[in-house]
């Protein structure tokens, strides 16, 4: 039987209510970032867009329709991280691999100012 918990590196469809502004919403793949931790219900996840655009920026990794459980092509915009409870995670679609994980976290890295571009 397949866990309903998140864990690190799986990709949901999550919903994230409603749209804010420039803030992504609505029910969409989002990939989960943090690690689990006992008794956590928050998780961060990055949701994909299907809306390509500024794929020069190091916060922006496209991914290709029929990868991880993706059913079109598709951009993970690390900028749009967000924290999500528990209950709002539908079904698990798939899991990152290795080129797609080295990607993500240099990106997240450079985002927080961990690591220099």
């Known amino acids: 039987m397949e866990s309903k918990i998140p864990r690190r590196g799986e990709i949901w469809y999550v919903n994230l209510g409603d749209y804010n502004g ?12 943090n690690s689990n931790i006992k008794g956590m219900t928050i998780y961060h996840v990055i949701p994909f867009t299907s809306k390509i655009k500024h794929e020069d920026m190091i916060t922006h990794i496209t991914v290709g329709e029929g990868n991880f459980g ?8 690390i900028e749009q991280q967000q924290p999500v409870n528990e209950n709002q995670f539908i079904r698990k679609i798939g899991f990152w691999d ?4 080295s990607k993500v976290l240099t990106s997240v890295k450079i985002f927080l100012g961990i690591m220099n571009n």
């Open 98 to 101: 290795n080129t797609l994980k």
């Open 70 to 77: 993706l059913t079109e092509n598709s951009m993970l915009c």
């Open 22 to 33: 420039s803030i992504q919403g609505d029910i969409r793949p989002c990939l989960v970032l």
